[in-house]
Nanobody
Framework: QVQLVESGGRLVQPGGSMRLSCTAS????????MAWFRQAPGKEREFMAAVSEGGAATHYADSVKDRFIISRDNAKNMVYLEMSGLKPEDTAVYFCAAGAFRSSMANRYNYWGQGTQVTVSS
């Protein structure tokens, strides 16, 4: 059974930083590209960042490329999203996803976590 479990979401003040983690089980983690998406209330799921199977290649949404960093540790079956300079508009549920190919398209990912809530507010 494939499971992706996100953690690390919390309330943070504008300008703050946070690291999200996602732990994978039930898959050969190193065979999958990993990504982070987010979804705010009333909005569509939005691509944030993706990393290749080995971790060498990454790409980001324009809205976060100077503030977020995606990384992975294949020995631990984990992917991370380091977020800085957080803004109220970053408030959303953040999901990690696993897929055969690195992509910004949600439908290219086979497995999804349940999400972790990030709230940016003073």
């Amino acid at each position: 059974q494939v499971q992706l479990v996100e953690s690390g979401g919390r309330l943070v003040q504008p300008g703050g930083s946070m690291r999200l983690s996602c732990t994978a089980s039930g898959i050969t983690f190193g065979n999958y590209a990993m990504a982070w998406f987010r979804q705010a209330p009333g909005k569509e799921r939005e691509f944030m960042a993706a990393v290749s199977e080995g971790g060498a290649a990454t790409h980001y949404a324009d809205s976060v490329k100077d503030r977020f960093i995606i990384s992975r540790d294949n020995a631990k079956n984990m992917v991370y999203l380091e977020m800085s300079g957080l803004k109220p508009e970053d408030t959303a549920v953040y999901f990690c996803a696993a897929g055969a190919f690195r992509s910004s398209m949600a439908n290219r990912y086979n497995y999804w976590g349940q999400g972790t809530q990030v709230t940016v507010s003073s």
